[in-house]
């Protein structure tokens, strides 16, 4: 009897995984970051690095989504911008993958 067993945590999502994500797609697609490396090592590390840097935002309901949605107009979101900016510098100067 543990609590995993006894309730449904898929509701608990962090809102910044999506919010990162979507931004690295963004970024990632800028002319001046075309040459960055896509390999799955190299994507994950951003993620990885733009979220460990990033307050989580947590939901478990739909109005924690429209709260999350929000975000995206508000400080956060530059806080998000620049956290993955910065990711994208730190892994391409630092791959974590085998050449």
Do not use: W
């Amino acid at each position: 009897m543990g609590l995993r067993n006894d309730y449904n945590f898929e509701n608990l999502v962090n809102e910044s995984e999506n919010l990162v994500i979507d931004e690295m797609e963004r970024q990632l697609g800028l002319k001046k970051n075309q040459d960055n490396c896509r390999c799955a090592d190299c994507i994950l590390d951003i993620a990885a690095f733009a979220l460990n840097s990033l307050m989580p935002l947590y939901r478990v309901s739909l109005m924690g989504t429209m709260y999350a949605e929000n975000a995206k107009s508000t400080p956060y979101a530059d806080d998000v911008r620049k956290a993955v900016a910065a990711a994208i510098l730190k892994v391409k100067a630092n791959p974590s993958h085998v050449l």
